[in-house]
């Protein structure tokens, strides 16, 4: 046994020395048996946002033809995202004023000005407005609703929001209902999401 120190040279005059290799590399599979068609079709969409709903694999016909089989039916695929610009229904305000302005009648015909307890019952009312713009079906919007209860003390008082939204489809409803002692303001405001 020779005995190597630091910067000498082997001697290569042995001949060329083999290793055994104690593992066996996986190979991919083969798009040509049945099995793997459709592990290989997630493998190649999986970093796509898109939803597949199904595809036949083309397995009756020869080898040559798979390929132009399994493209067509690549093509044939619908996908989720639809890229709508506008809404299919766009928002209607009148529609909605007058249904916020009917739960805010029902809701407060026999309530009283308390400053603790109006603040639970503005959380109520939004939520109550929500669920029922929601019933109008329009698709894509986001809506944000605010209710405010103002004491009538004699004062002035003036509510301002801003926004940035598209003028052709976003929108806003307002709906008040008036007593003796206070003003409940409900304000929704519509967005529509691209």
């Not at 067509?72 to 928002?91: D, G, H, I, Q, V």
């Not at 307890?117 to 109520?124: D, I, P, R």
Request: glycine letters at 4%.
């Amino acid at each position: 046994m020779e005995n190597r120190g630091r910067g000498q040279k082997s001697d290569l005059s042995h001949g060329p020395q083999t290793q055994s290799v104690g593992f066996k590399k996986d190979r991919k599979t083969s798009m040509f048996q049945k099995e793997s068609y459709a592990q290989i079709l997630r493998e190649r969409l999986r970093e796509s946002i898109h939803d597949v709903q199904y595809v036949e694999p083309p397995f009756d016909d020869s080898i040559a033809d798979i390929g132009k089989e399994w493209k067509s039916a690549l093509s044939k695929l619908k996908f989720a995202n639809s890229y709508r610009m506008e809404p299919l229904k766009k928002f209607q305000a009148h529609s909605v004023e007058t249904k916020v302005q009917q739960i805010l009648k029902e809701s407060l015909k026999d309530v009283k000005y308390d400053d603790r307890g109006l603040s639970q019952l503005s959380l109520q009312l939004a939520d109550q407005i929500l669920l029922a713009v929601k019933e109008f079906g329009y698709h894509r919007y986001k809506f944000i609703i605010k209710v405010l209860f103002i004491q009538k003390t004699g004062q002035a008082i003036n509510v301002a929001s801003r926004w940035i939204w598209d003028v052709a489809w976003d929108n806003w409803v307002e709906a008040k209902h008036e007593t003796e002692s206070y003003v409940a303001l409900a304000l929704v405001f519509a967005v529509y999401c691209e």
